[in-house]
């Protein structure tokens, strides 16, 4: 069974940073579809970043030039870089993961970007 636990959420000033992270127990491949969703109130849940299958990545357009992701296949742990935040960063963010057919959420960890 796998697990997704994330962490590194929080309350950030405009402008500021945070990185969260992405624990998967349950499966250690380095091809797994790995990434970051997120939901801000009242918005449907959207992309953030994502590995591929093949290891390339994708970003939403929102946030490109400002996140990164990246992950440690010894760890298994996928991290989200969140530089130059705006209020409109403003969501709960949530690990996801594609392996063996199956799709598989993290709980979710708040991120709150002030003016």
């Known amino acids: 069974q796998v697990q997704l636990v994330e962490s590194g959420g929080g309350l950030v000033q405009f402008g500021g940073s945070l990185r969260l992270s992405c624990a998967a127990s349950?499966?250690?491949?380095?091809?797994?579809?790995m990434g970051w969703y997120r939901q801000a109130p009242g918005k449907q849940r959207e992309l953030v970043a994502m590995?591929?299958?093949?290891?390339?990545?994708n970003y939403a357009d929102s946030v490109k030039g400002r996140f990164t992701i990246s992950r440690d296949n010894a760890k298994n742990t996928v991290y989200l870089q969140m530089n130059s935040l705006k209020p409109e960063d403003t969501a709960v963010y949530y690990c996801y993961a594609y392996i063996t057919s199956r799709n598989y959420w993290g709980q979710g960890t708040q991120v709150i970007v002030s003016s």
């Open positions: 590995f591929t299958s093949g290891g390339s990545t």
């Open positions: 349950g499966s250690r491949s380095s091809r797994n579809v």
